[in-house]
């Protein structure tokens, strides 16, 4: 069957790793809100294309986001969707534009949440991820792929690790609330292993 699955969840409930599992099970297509705009950054919208914001630097307007999102959607035939909608408003065109089989919430308590976010580390040449606990390099530092160095991003110390979810909750809770309201959402415990956290998600999905 070929499944319409919004993925949502706080920065580091495991929303990447669970839709490429979500995805790899049901084929479907891996619909995150960069990978759209990069794919269509030269698209015509009437507000200008993604490409002249983000070359200036600029959040890319909600309408334009909206239009990038919905020509990927109508381009697949099952897609789990990741990183959208961040806003209300946003939340409320996708309900105008598809019918979703599936609003699944990772819920994952913040203590955890800022482990493991403060914990990920990154290829500095190759972009692949880790963590010092839950997915550690084979050498500390040193990235299995390609020997490049690992890092820690910014956005991952603990400071900033709190702001990010600080904003995901002012921002997302509505967002939360609209699909609750709806009937439409599923919380599913997101913590332990990633794959009792995806077999949880299968049983909700198919439920």
């Known amino acids: 069957m070929s499944y319409r699955i919004l993925l949502l969840g706080a920065p580091g409930a495991g929303k990447g790793t669970q839709s490429e599992k979500l995805a790899a ?81 990772l819920d994952v308590d913040d203590a955890v949440l800022l482990d493991r976010l403060t ?13 010092v606990e839950f997915q550690p390099p084979e050498t500390p530092g040193v990235c299995d792929d390609c020997g490049g ?22 921002n997302t809770e509505p967002v939360v609330t609209h699909f609750r309201d709806a009937g439409d959402l599923i919380e599913v415990d997101g913590e332990g292993t990633p794959e009792d956290v995806f077999e949880r998600i299968r049983d909700a999905v198919e439920a």
């Open 25 to 105: 099970e049901y084929e479907l297509d891996h619909v995150t809100t960069g990978d759209a705009l990069r794919a269509n950054a030269d698209m015509e919208t009437e507000y200008g294309t993604p490409r002249s914001f983000m070359e200036a630097g600029e959040l890319v307007p909600d309408p334009v986001v909206n239009e990038i999102v919905k020509t990927a959607l109508s381009n697949a035939d099952g897609f789990v969707l990741d990183g959208y909608p961040r806003t209300l408003s946003q939340a409320e065109y996708l309900s105008e534009v598809t019918d979703l089989d599936a609003v699944v919430l």
């Open 149 to 170: 160095e690992l890092i820690q991003r910014e956005d991952d110390t603990k400071e900033t690790a709190r702001e990010r979810l600080e904003v995901f909750v002012e």
């Open 119 to 131: 914990g990920r580390r990154v290829c500095d040449d190759c972009g692949a991820n880790y963590h």
